[in-house]
Nanobody
Framework: QVQLVESGGGLVQPGGSLRLSCVAS??????MGWYRRPPGKQRELVAF??????IYADSVKGRFTISRDNAKKMIDLQMASLKPEDTAVYYC???????????????WGQGTQVIVSS
């Protein structure tokens, strides 16, 4: 059973930065990414890798950067110029045997809370 473990969440002031990390327990995924669930809202895509190509949600373009280290089975999300609307639980995600990225039965981390508030 593959496990995805996130770290790096916390409380930050508007305009600040945070870095999230996700480590996979067993394998390197060609496709892997980050989702978030804002309070009272649906889960939404933040950014992901499709091979070597990084793809971002419009709401985070220019502010967030996703990176990966295949040797460490890790992806990071560097978040800058944070806004209150970035407040959410952030989840690491990877596809799983017939279940694509973002689907319920794909691999999900436990989530890490990010709160952007003054």
């Amino acid at each position: 059973q593959v496990q995805l473990v996130e770290s790096g969440g916390g409380l930050v002031q508007p305009g600040g930065s945070l870095r999230l990390s996700c480590v996979a327990s067993e394998m390197t995924f060609r496709t892997m990414g980050w989702y978030r669930r804002p309070p009272g809202k649906q889960r939404e895509l933040v950014a992901f890798f499709s091979g070597d190509v990084a793809i971002y949600a419009d709401s985070v373009k220019g502010r967030f950067t996703i990176s990966r280290d295949n040797a460490k089975k890790m992806i990071d999300l560097q978040m800058a110029s944070l806004k209150p609307e970035d407040t959410a639980v952030y989840y690491c995600n990877a596809p799983r045997d017939g279940y694509g990225l973002g689907t319920e039965n794909s691999y999900w981390g436990q989530g890490t809370q990010v709160i952007v508030s003054s």
